[in-house]
């Protein structure tokens, strides 16, 4: 079982920094080179990733890795369903929207993404996880969540991953109250320094958040006075997804 969680371990960490070496792999998972050098031979050996085919030899995903992935982000149609209603919002926003899904009890994974038309945008990577605070539309699925489940969440360390990162249990406490009374969570600078998100939560069976929609963009296009408007066009649009699942 633990060479099954090591594994798996690492393959997320290919999946997050591909393509990635040794090295770097054995710093972020604080395992030995020598270790990590095994498994990723067993991985690959699998067929769940491969070599980059550079000098310095670095690893990535396989159509093998990203095709069970897909298979998993289908599920109940979730993606399928929000690209049109995405689509509609990437256009009257003229922002980035994203799309995000819970990924274990604590994190959320980005599983598709409609990008802005202007020349400056924000790019955030299909793929990418956080730690639920960190994003909007992981924000918005908190305050969906009963107090219990967000007392367990925010018993485990909040990643400070940029100055701006709010990692003090009490003051997101506070902001789910706030995004609870108003329908829609504000992200400025949380993940990364000059990015900005406005996110709801999309709800399935019973009510349960299942994921979040953002509206991503730069902050040199962040307007405190437009966050209602864009809050009431993004829960909008994350209502009209949970009415489709």
């Avoid at 290919?14 to 604080?30: F, K, N, Y």
């Avoid at 819970?102 to 956080?130: C, P, Y």
């Amino acid at each position: 079982m633990q060479g099954i969680e090591r594994g798996l371990r690492v393959l997320e960490a290919v999946a997050e920094s591909q393509p990635v070496g040794v090295g770097e792999l054995s710093r972020t998972l604080q395992l030995p080179k020598s270790t990590v050098q095994r498994t990723l031979q067993a991985l690959a050996s699998a067929g769940w990733i491969r070599s980059d085919g550079s000098e310095y030899t670095r690893w990535k995903l396989t159509s093998r890795a990203l095709a069970v992935g897909r298979r998993g982000w289908d599920k109940g149609d979730l993606r399928t369903v929000a690209l049109e209603p995405m689509r509609e919002l990437r256009d009257l926003t003229n922002e980035t929207i994203t799309l995000q899904v819970r990924d274990g009890a604590e994190r959320v994974v980005q599983i598709e993404r409609m990008d802005s038309h202007q020349a400056v945008r924000t790019f955030i990577k299909v793929g990418s996880t956080w730690q639920l605070p960190h994003t909007s539309g992981g924000m918005a699925i908190m305050a969906r969540l009963p107090d219990d489940e967000v007392d367990r969440i925010l018993s485990s360390p909040i990643q400070q991953l940029t100055p701006q990162t709010d990692t003090d249990p009490e003051s997101i406490r506070k902001k789910i109250e706030e995004i609870r009374s108003v329908g829609y969570a504000v992200n400025v600078n949380q993940n990364r320094m000059g990015v900005c998100a406005v996110g709801a939560a999309v709800l399935g069976e019973g009510g349960c958040p299942v994921g979040g929609i953002g509206i991503s963009m730069p902050e040199t296009r962040f307007d405190e006075h437009r966050v209602p408007w864009w809050g009431k066009q993004v829960s909008d649009t994350a209502a009209n997804v949970s009415s489709l699942l």
